[in-house]
C-alpha cells in the first residue's frame, strides 16, 4: 500500500534552512498526481504549504511563497520541501501527502514529523 | 478562500447523532471539498472527498453534504472512536485551505 515517511532534523535555528524529505513507497511518483506539504503548529490547524507534481511543477500557499522551495526525484521517489528565513511561527509538526488525483484532497500521509525553531 | 467551522466544540454522548457545519467565504466547487478526522497523535484521516462521497474504508455512518458555501458533515451514530477534531477543506485557485477545526468530545 502506499505510505509517506518524512525525514529531516527536528531542530532548526532561527533565520536558517527548514530541509525535509518525504520517502514514498507502494506508488512510483511519476505515476501522477500531486504531492504536498501541509504543517500544523501544536494545539492548532492544519495550512497547506505547497505541491509538486512529478514533472516538477510547483504550487505554494501565497503566505509562504517568497520563502518555500519544492522539488521532486524520480530517480529516489521522494519529494522535498525547503524553507528558509525560519521563526519560531515555523514550529509545527510537517506532513507530507499524495492528492486524490482529481479530487484535490489529501488521501495518504505521512505521519509527520515535529521541527522546531529555536536557538 | 475562508473556511468557517461550527460549532467550535461539540460535546456529545456514544449513540446520539453529530452534525457539523462549513461554512465558505466563496463559492466552492463541490468536487473540491473534503472532511478530515484526525486524533491525538495521528495524521490526518480523509473522511470525505468531493462534498458527499465517502474515503475507502469510511464506515457509512459518516456521510457530507452541501454544495456552495454551505456543507456538512452527519455522523449518524456516534461510536466511542469517532470522538476527535475535524476539519474541511476545500481547493480553490490553485490553492488549498483548511477549517480551523470542530472539536468532538464525549459527553
Known amino acids: 500500500q502506499v505510505q509517506l515517511q518524512e525525514s529531516g532534523p527536528g531542530l532548526v535555528k532561527p533565520s536558517e534552512t527548514l530541509s525535509l524529505t518525504c520517502n514514498v513507497s507502494?506508488?512510483?511518483?511519476?505515476?501522477?498526481?500531486?504531492w504536498s506539504w501541509i504543517r500544523q503548529p501544536p494545539g492548532k490547524g492544519l495550512e497547506w504549504i505547497g505541491n509538486?507534481?512529478?514533472?516538477?511543477?510547483?504550487y505554494y500557499n501565497p503566505s509562504l511563497k517568497s520563502r518555500v522551495t519544492l522539488s521532486v526525484d524520480t530517480s529516489k521517489n521522494q519529494f522535498s520541501l525547503k524553507l528558509n528565513s525560519v521563526t519560531a511561527a515555523d514550529t509545527a509538526i510537517y506532513y507530507c501527502?499524495?492528492?486524490?488525483?482529481?479530487?484535490?484532497?489529501?488521501?495518504?500521509w505521512g505521519q509527520g514529523v515535529l521541527v522546531t525553531v529555536s536557538s | 478562500i475562508v473556511l468557517t467551522q461550527s460549532p467550535g466544540t461539540l460535546t456529545l454522548s456514544p449513540g446520539e447523532r453529530a452534525t457539523l457545519s462549513c461554512r465558505a467565504s466563496?463559492?466552492?466547487?463541490?468536487?473540491?471539498f473534503s472532511w478530515y478526522q484526525q486524533k491525538p497523535g495521528q495524521a490526518p484521516r480523509l473522511l470525505i472527498y468531493?462534498?458527499?462521497s465517502r474515503a475507502t474504508g469510511i464506515p457509512d455512518r459518516f456521510s457530507g453534504s452541501g454544495s456552495g458555501t454551505d456543507f456538512t458533515l452527519t455522523i449518524s451514530r456516534l461510536e466511542p472512536e469517532d470522538f476527535a477534531i475535524y476539519y474541511c477543506q476545500q481547493y480553490g485557485n490553485t490553492w488549498y485551505t483548511f477549517g480551523q477545526g470542530t472539536k468532538l468530545e464525549i459527553k
Open positions: 501527502a499524495r492528492d486524490l488525483w482529481g479530487n484535490y484532497c489529501f488521501e495518504y
Open positions: 509538486i507534481y512529478h514533472s516538477g511543477n510547483p
Open positions: 466563496q463559492t466552492v466547487i463541490s468536487n473540491y
Open positions: 507502494g506508488y512510483s511518483i511519476s505515476s501522477g498526481t500531486f
Open positions: 468531493g462534498a458527499s
